[in-house]
Nanobody, 125 residues
Framework: QLQLVESGGGLVQPGGSLRLSCAASGVTNDYYAIGWFRQAPGKEREGISCINRRSGTTNYAESMKGRFTISRDNAKNMVYLQMSSLKPEDTAIYYC??????????????????WGQGTQVTVSS
């Protein structure tokens, strides 16, 4: 079981950028993926992107391609989500989560096992 802690959220103006961080502890092997998700008030949680810890292979939800970039630093047990050209509709709580993963390309459409507490991102002028 991994413990995950998100950071980097905050208030940003439309068109601005933010980088979210996800710190993982309890790592015992490389066979897992980290995903980023978000949930806006009154809306269902949606997947953004995921990254395979071992291979570095990434995957993005179709609607999230272009403005979001996921990356990892295995030496630091960190995963990042770089967000650019932010819009008010990107306002949400952003979560990172982990799932055991043996394959190459991960997916945000599976059930993830371990979740962080979330970090608030507010896009407003």
């Amino acid at each position: 079981q991994l413990q995950l802690v998100e950071s980097g959220g905050g208030l940003v103006q439309p068109g601005g950028s933010l980088r979210l961080s996800c710190a993982a502890s309890g790592v015992t092997n490389d066979y897992y993926a980290i995903g980023w998700f978000r949930q806006a008030p009154g809306k269902e949680r949606e997947g953004i992107s995921c990254i395979n810890r071992r291979s570095g292979t990434t995957n993005y939800a179709e609607s999230m391609k272009g403005r979001f970039t996921i990356s990892r630093d295995n030496a630091k047990n960190m995963v990042y989500l770089q967000m650019s050209s932010l819009k008010p509709e990107d306002t949400a709580i952003y979560y990172c989560a982990a799932v055991e993963w043996q394959g190459l390309a991960c997916s945000v459409r599976v059930n993830y096992d371990d979740w962080g507490q979330g970090t608030q991102v507010t896009v407003s002028s």
